[in-house]
């Protein structure tokens, strides 16, 4: 799974009452950084729209969530836009319980 599978969720898990996405991003920031910032902004619609028609429920069923976490991994170190873009996306969901949290998994 990738960033650049736009469509596809990456993983998915329960944790107590919150239903976690992962979004595994191991791109480089090397490549264009606005086609790197456009892949990242289309999964991480693909993945609210997911969460929006409960299309969980096919792995869930009825299981009710209280609250829902888009986890993203990333490869390597981003650079500070994207810092900010993520923190101002996470700010709008929080009114949906809905978040955004983020890290850097280098294999260094």
Partial sequence: MSVRETGTIDAMAENEDE??????????????????????QKKLNSYIRFIDSMGWRRQFGD???????????????????IKDFINSADGELK??????????????
């Fill in 63 to 81: 299981r009710a969530f209280s609250s829902f976490l888009i986890q993203i991994e990333f490869r390597y170190q981003y650079p500070e836009y």
């Fill in 95 to 108: 009114k949906r319980n809905l978040r955004i949290e983020y890290n850097v998994r280098s294999r260094e």
């Fill in 19 to 40: 239903l976690v996405l992962l979004i595994i991003d191991q791109v480089t920031w090397a490549m264009a950084q606005t086609e790197h910032l456009s892949l990242l």
